[in-house]
């Protein structure tokens, strides 16, 4: 199991990079669905790596993080400028 983690963790740190390196490239949009998105799997797998391990700052600003991002996915879904 802790390897599985330890996976997911990995992948959620490459998302949230990803989605960053893309926005700085001007290749995404802050206000696109895939940028918050990314965020959103990226803070998932934090969060779940960050608790696993007992990281509980970690854990609480990815807890945050995902809150934004399910924010900003439900505003969209709900054409809310």
């Given at each position: 199991?802790?390897?599985l983690i330890e996976i997911v963790g990995w992948?959620?740190?490459s998302a949230v990079l990803s989605s960053y390196a893309l926005?700085?490239?001007?290749?995404?949009s802050s206000q696109s669905s895939a940028y918050?998105?990314?965020n959103v799997v990226g803070a998932v797998g934090l969060l779940l790596n960050a608790a696993w391990n007992g990281a509980v700052p970690s854990a609480a600003?990815?807890?945050l993080w995902l809150g934004i991002g399910v924010h900003a996915l439900w505003r969209d879904a709900?054409?809310?400028a």
């Open positions: 199991m802790d390897l992948l959620g740190a926005l700085s490239a001007r290749r995404m918050q998105l990314l600003v990815n807890v709900r054409g809310i």
